[in-house]
């Protein structure tokens, strides 16, 4: 049998073992972690909606009439009107005909790119996607072509030189980095090659592009252009579970064909009430995406005069480049001894030697939350001698 323990210790030595931190209060920039107050820079509820009274009131209003558990898979008898409605919600609000309702994005992405493409056909797939991309592309079993980030040049000619189904699959703003893919171009190149392109916008809906629609509205790509887009509605929107949107053809393929789709219990009718609550709100949010735009440039620039290195993102998304991991550790907790919470993000979950703390904004910080980051930043690179980046 494997020594289990010794892998584990080998982590520890290489600076690359995880732990969870519990946190008891809603989701907010002021936590209680292991009981202590902190400022936290590191959620993904980039319009504060996590804890939001008026979608926690849509979900209690439906957790009074529809009460608690799904029941059964949306194909056997689980399919509630709640789920209903906020599918034709995704579909407005993406601009698409039709949309489904996945229970994470992680499932959406697995199902959706496994029923894509199979065996005898190749996936395109960015080397910065997220592992559920990944994930996605080895259920499928189709002949898998990493592309170098962001590089359409050498995506045309992996696709040239390719015959039969293909499939590019992206993420809209890449995760762990904040920038954009190069959504038109890719576009027209999944035109020209006839290739099908998906992506997945988990962390451009509700930020990005005119009412939050998200890095393919921010560009003025509809469905034909990208006929699969997927998004969560964990992160800006700040509930649970995700959406594929497109053609009512592909939707209803995806019914017939997706696995995470079919075999799994739906999701409680009450986060898809809050879900479709949360949607309109973030439509109509267009004083949350101002403030957290002026955080994110007040950040930059402060961070940068500095000395800190940051990444080429327009988005709340902003790592600061460290690069070891020992490194980006003792960051973390050098802020943490400010009471700022910002999680340092190792490899494997980026490349090795690119170790980053991912500082993330939310329209919930105040510009008062955002001077206690700086200052804790300032102090910091003093307190653990960092130099240059
Ligand atoms: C977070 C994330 C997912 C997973 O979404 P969940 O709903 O959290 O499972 C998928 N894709 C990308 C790009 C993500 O950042």
């Known amino acids: ?70 029941g059964a ?10 789920h209903h ?38 996936i395109f797939s960015d080397r910065l996607n997220h592992a559920s991309i990944i994930d996605g592309c080895l259920l499928s079993r189709a002949r898998i072509r990493r592309y170098p980030h962001g590089d359409t040049e050498a995506l045309a000619e992996q696709l040239a030189g390719t015959e039969g189904h293909k499939v590019v699959v992206t993420d809209g703003v890449f995760s762990m980095d904040g920038d954009l893919a190069p959504l038109a171009e890719l576009a027209r190149l999944c035109r020209t090659h006839d290739a099908l392109l998906v992506v997945d916008d988990a962390h451009g809906f509700g930020v990005l592009g005119e009412g939050g629609r998200g890095s393919l509205s921010a560009c003025g790509l509809g469905q034909d252009d990208v006929p699969v887009v997927i998004g969560t509605l964990g992160k800006a929107f700040g509930t649970s579970g995700a959406f594929v949107a497109g053609s009512s053809l592909m939707m209803d393929y995806l019914v017939q064909k997706a696995r995470t789709y079919i075999y799994t219990t739906s999701m409680p009718p009450a986060i898809a009430a809050a879900s479709t609550a949360s949607i309109r709100m973030a439509m ?76 993330t904004l939310s329209a919930a910080h105040t510009e008062a939350h955002l001077d206690r980051l700086l200052q804790a930043l300032a102090v910091c690179r003093q307190e653990i001698g960092l130099t240059a980046a």
């Open 1 to 70: 049998m494997r020594d289990f323990a010794a892998e584990l210790e080998q982590r520890r030595d290489q600076g690359l073992y995880r732990q969870r931190r519990e946190v008891d209060s809603p989701q907010q920039p002021e936590l209680v972690v292991d009981g202590r107050p902190m400022l936290a820079f590191c959620s993904n509820d980039y319009l504060g909606f996590a804890n939001d009274p008026a979608i926690i009131e849509a979900a209690r209003a439906t957790l009074s009439s529809a009460g608690l558990g799904g």
């Open 73 to 82: 898979s949306h194909l056997i008898c689980g399919h509630h009107r709640a």
């Open 85 to 122: 409605e906020l599918e034709q919600t995704v579909a407005s609000f993406t601009g698409r005909e039709d949309a489904l309702f996945f229970s994470t994005g992680y499932m959406a992405n697995m199902g959706v790119i496994s029923a894509l493409a199979g065996r005898g056909d190749t």
């Open 284 to 359: 109509a949010a267009d004083d949350r995406r101002a403030h957290l735009r002026n955080l994110i440039d007040r950040f930059r620039r402060e961070t940068q005069a500095m000395g800190y290195a940051l990444m080429p993102s327009d988005t709340p998304i902003q790592p600061i480049l460290i690069g070891g991991a020992a490194e980006a550790m003792a960051l973390s907790r050098a802020l943490e001894g400010h009471g700022i919470w910002v999680t340092a993000i190792r490899p494997p979950t980026v490349p090795q030697g690119e170790s980053r703390l991912r500082v």
